[in-house]
Protein backbone atom coordinates (compact mmCIF):
# COMPACT_ATOMS: atom_id res chain seq x y z
CA UNK A 1 0.00 0.00 0.00
CA UNK A 2 1.63 3.19 -0.55
CA UNK A 3 2.37 6.39 1.94
CA UNK A 4 0.64 9.42 2.25
CA UNK A 5 2.05 12.68 2.87
CA UNK A 6 1.04 16.17 2.87
CA UNK A 7 1.49 17.91 -0.56
CA UNK A 8 4.51 20.21 -0.57
CA UNK A 9 6.36 22.00 -3.45
CA UNK A 10 9.19 19.69 -4.08
CA UNK A 11 5.98 17.62 -4.91
CA UNK A 12 4.69 19.21 -7.55
CA UNK A 13 7.00 18.30 -10.57
CA UNK A 14 5.59 14.34 -10.00
CA UNK A 15 2.19 15.95 -9.49
CA UNK A 16 2.02 18.01 -13.02
CA UNK A 17 3.64 14.70 -14.64
CA UNK A 18 0.08 12.44 -13.37
CA UNK A 19 -2.22 15.51 -13.72
CA UNK A 20 -1.01 16.18 -17.48
CA UNK A 21 -1.41 12.44 -17.85
CA UNK A 22 -4.49 12.18 -16.60
CA UNK A 23 -6.76 15.51 -17.89
CA UNK A 24 -7.47 16.49 -21.10
CA UNK A 25 -7.42 20.06 -18.91
CA UNK A 26 -5.16 19.80 -16.15
CA UNK A 27 -4.48 21.91 -13.80
CA UNK A 28 -1.89 24.41 -13.67
CA UNK A 29 1.85 23.98 -11.34
CA UNK A 30 0.39 27.73 -10.12
CA UNK A 31 -3.09 26.77 -9.20
CA UNK A 32 -1.42 23.56 -7.38
CA UNK A 33 0.65 26.37 -5.72
CA UNK A 34 -1.71 28.22 -4.65
CA UNK A 35 -3.93 25.07 -3.07
CA UNK A 36 -0.66 24.32 -0.80
CA UNK A 37 0.22 27.48 0.10
CA UNK A 38 -2.32 29.84 0.62
CA UNK A 39 -5.36 28.16 0.73
CA UNK A 40 -6.44 27.71 4.44
CA UNK A 41 -9.37 25.80 3.31
CA UNK A 42 -7.37 23.12 1.32
CA UNK A 43 -5.77 20.05 2.19
CA UNK A 44 -3.84 18.16 -0.34
CA UNK A 45 -1.98 14.51 -0.04
CA UNK A 46 0.12 12.56 -2.27
CA UNK A 47 0.56 8.61 -2.25
CA UNK A 48 4.10 7.77 -2.19
CA UNK A 49 5.66 4.09 -3.02
CA UNK A 50 9.29 4.79 -2.40
CA UNK A 51 10.02 8.02 -4.10
CA UNK A 52 7.44 8.49 -6.69
CA UNK A 53 4.77 9.25 -6.51
CA UNK A 54 1.79 7.24 -7.53
CA UNK A 55 -1.92 9.55 -6.94
CA UNK A 56 -2.69 13.00 -4.98
CA UNK A 57 -5.85 14.22 -3.24
CA UNK A 58 -6.95 17.75 -2.44
CA UNK A 59 -10.03 18.49 -0.57
CA UNK A 60 -11.42 21.85 0.86
CA UNK A 61 -12.80 22.15 4.38
CA UNK A 62 -15.63 24.39 4.81
CA UNK A 63 -17.43 24.10 8.25
CA UNK A 64 -18.48 20.70 8.43
CA UNK A 65 -18.41 19.25 4.41
CA UNK A 66 -15.46 18.33 2.77
CA UNK A 67 -15.38 19.21 -1.17
CA UNK A 68 -13.04 16.44 -3.00
CA UNK A 69 -11.59 19.13 -5.36
CA UNK A 70 -9.32 16.29 -7.37
CA UNK A 71 -7.77 13.07 -7.07
CA UNK A 72 -5.70 10.91 -9.48
CA UNK A 73 -3.72 8.03 -9.73
CA UNK A 74 -0.66 7.53 -12.34
CA UNK A 75 -1.90 5.68 -15.40
CA UNK A 76 0.70 2.98 -14.25
CA UNK A 77 -0.89 2.30 -11.02
CA UNK A 78 -4.46 2.09 -11.97
CA UNK A 79 -6.42 -1.25 -11.36
CA UNK A 80 -4.81 -2.00 -8.43
CA UNK A 81 -7.28 -0.30 -5.81
CA UNK A 82 -5.35 2.96 -5.16
CA UNK A 83 -8.15 4.92 -6.04
CA UNK A 84 -9.99 3.69 -3.28
CA UNK A 85 -7.38 3.55 -0.53
CA UNK A 86 -6.32 7.46 -1.33
CA UNK A 87 -10.40 8.53 -1.10
CA UNK A 88 -10.40 6.72 2.35
CA UNK A 89 -7.46 8.38 3.38
CA UNK A 90 -9.16 11.81 2.19
CA UNK A 91 -12.53 10.73 4.51
CA UNK A 92 -10.53 10.02 7.36
CA UNK A 93 -8.35 12.92 6.98
CA UNK A 94 -11.56 15.22 6.47
CA UNK A 95 -13.12 13.53 9.95
CA UNK A 96 -9.79 14.84 11.72
CA UNK A 97 -10.41 18.48 10.14
CA UNK A 98 -14.04 18.39 10.99
CA UNK A 99 -16.42 17.61 8.34
CA UNK A 100 -19.41 14.94 8.70
CA UNK A 101 -20.03 14.65 5.21
CA UNK A 102 -18.18 15.21 1.62
CA UNK A 103 -18.98 16.02 -2.13
CA UNK A 104 -17.35 15.70 -5.75
CA UNK A 105 -18.16 16.32 -9.35
CA UNK A 106 -17.47 13.56 -11.55
CA UNK A 107 -17.77 13.74 -15.46
CA UNK A 108 -20.78 11.64 -16.46
CA UNK A 109 -18.61 9.91 -18.99
CA UNK A 110 -16.67 8.46 -15.45
CA UNK A 111 -18.04 5.26 -15.03
CA UNK A 112 -14.82 3.94 -13.41
CA UNK A 113 -14.93 6.27 -10.91
CA UNK A 114 -18.52 7.12 -10.00
CA UNK A 115 -18.48 3.16 -9.08
CA UNK A 116 -15.54 4.04 -7.22
CA UNK A 117 -17.35 6.62 -5.32
CA UNK A 118 -20.66 4.50 -4.81
CA UNK A 119 -18.68 1.57 -3.74
CA UNK A 120 -17.75 4.09 -0.94
CA UNK A 121 -21.26 5.17 -0.27
CA UNK A 122 -21.39 8.08 -2.18
CA UNK A 123 -24.66 8.54 -3.47
CA UNK A 124 -26.00 10.89 -6.85
CA UNK A 125 -27.72 13.95 -5.88
CA UNK A 126 -27.61 16.26 -9.19
CA UNK A 127 -25.90 17.47 -11.92
CA UNK A 128 -23.80 20.84 -13.23
CA UNK A 129 -24.71 20.83 -16.91
CA UNK A 130 -21.50 21.94 -19.18
CA UNK A 131 -19.10 21.75 -16.14
CA UNK A 132 -16.12 20.51 -17.98
CA UNK A 133 -15.15 23.11 -20.15
CA UNK A 134 -13.11 21.40 -22.17
CA UNK A 135 -15.61 19.36 -23.93
CA UNK A 136 -18.88 21.10 -21.96
CA UNK A 137 -19.63 17.61 -20.54
CA UNK A 138 -21.86 17.81 -17.32
CA UNK A 139 -20.80 16.94 -13.77
CA UNK A 140 -22.76 14.30 -11.30
CA UNK A 141 -22.83 15.59 -7.70
CA UNK A 142 -22.37 12.92 -5.43
CA UNK A 143 -22.47 12.93 -1.59
CA UNK A 144 -21.64 11.17 1.20
CA UNK A 145 -23.47 12.01 4.31
CA UNK A 146 -21.90 9.95 6.74
CA UNK A 147 -18.24 9.77 7.03
CA UNK A 148 -18.26 8.12 10.24
CA UNK A 149 -16.07 5.14 9.66
CA UNK A 150 -18.79 2.68 11.45
CA UNK A 151 -20.62 3.36 8.12
CA UNK A 152 -17.92 2.12 6.03
CA UNK A 153 -19.02 -1.27 4.86
CA UNK A 154 -16.48 -3.12 1.94
CA UNK A 155 -13.86 -0.81 1.91
CA UNK A 156 -10.24 -1.08 1.91
CA UNK A 157 -8.54 0.51 5.19
Given amino acids: ??????????HLE?????EEQCFSFP????AFLYEITYNNLAH?????KGEKIIGY????VILD???ITNIAVSPLHR??????VIMVEMMSRALVFGAS?????VRVSNSPARQLYRRLGFVERGCRKKYYSDNNEDAIIMWKDDLNPASWTNIAR
Wanted: glycine share 10%.
Fill in 101 to 105: KMTLE
Fill in 57 to 60: AGMW
Fill in 65 to 67: DAH
Fill in 44 to 48: YIVAR
Fill in 79 to 84: GKGYGE
Fill in 14 to 18: QVMQI
Fill in 27 to 30: WSYS
Fill in 1 to 10: MPEFEVMRMD
